[in-house]
């Protein structure tokens, strides 16, 4: 079955600081992929999105591209703020209409510090 | 009112209490989804509604019960829960489409101490 794969963590890095959290998955057929953020004491929020391969996501400073040929969508950002500071989950969409299923790493903790 | 809505935010209740989780989304989606986020444990999903027909339970416990009365609200009774059943508990919601893949929004969680 579908499956996603995040790095271990957490992640401690200073402020301004570049991140990368790798994410890589396993899929049958074309699956879109996504990355969520989960601030403390919230729910999980849409950070950005790719639906095909190459396509670039991109918000708030971060970015993820879809790799077809690795199965993977980092996510990267030059330079990390406090705010940052979250729970990071990778996941993915696969299937249309009612077969469509919604698969989720485990997430990873970052904490920024000033 | 946006997006979706849960309530309450905090729940506290006894292991022979009944009591009842509330979502509620304005985005016009037909689809909505229960999930548990325990600490240092993966995001499990235990129910799937697609246009208010239950197709997943992912083996969850009777001790919840989901209700889905249309497509805008969802509920999820809870009846003799044990205190490893305290969690945080996340709705969500989609708008299934047949041509492409769609991402899922939140609620911000209520979050469930049984004591």
């Known amino acids: 079955g579908d499956s996603v794969t995040q790095m271990e963590g957490p992640v401690t890095l200073s402020e301004e600081a570049f991140l990368t959290i790798n994410c890589t998955y396993t899929?049958?057929?074309?699956?879109?992929l996504f990355w969520y953020v989960q601030y403390p004491g919230e729910g999980l929020q849409l950070l950005l999105k790719?639906?095909?391969?190459?396509d670039k996501g991109s918000n708030k400073g971060f970015e993820a591209t879809y790799r077809k040929e690795t199965t993977s969508f980092h996510l990267e950002k030059g330079s990390v703020q406090v705010s940052d500071s979250a729970v990071y989950f990778c996941?993915?969409?696969?299937?249309?209409?009612?077969?469509?299923?919604?698969?989720f790493g485990k997430g990873i903790t970052l904490s920024v510090r000033p | 009112e946006t997006g979706v809505t849960q309530t309450p935010r905090h729940l506290v209740m006894g292991m022979t209490n009944k009591k009842s989780l509330k979502c509620e989304q304005h985005?016009?989606?037909?689809?909505m989804y229960w999930y548990k986020q325990s600490a240092k444990k993966p995001l499990e999903l235990m129910f799937v509604?697609?246009?208010?027909?239950?197709?997943e339970n992912n083996s969850v416990p009777s001790r919840f019960s989901p209700e889905c009365p249309n497509s805008s609200h969802l509920f999820l009774h809870l009846h003799t829960l044990q205190p490893e059943d305290s969690a945080l508990y996340l709705c969500?919601?989609?708008?299934?489409?047949?041509?492409?893949?769609?991402?899922?929004?939140f609620g911000q969680g209520t979050r469930l101490t049984v004591v």
């Open positions: 969500a919601s989609s708008h299934l489409d047949r041509k492409v893949n769609t991402e899922a929004f």
């Open positions: 899929a049958t057929g074309y699956p879109s």
């Open positions: 790719a639906t095909k391969a190459d």
């Open positions: 996941a993915l969409s696969e299937g249309t209409g009612a077969n469509s299923k919604l698969t």
């Open positions: 985005l016009g989606h037909n689809a």
């Open positions: 509604y697609n246009f208010k027909e239950q197709t």
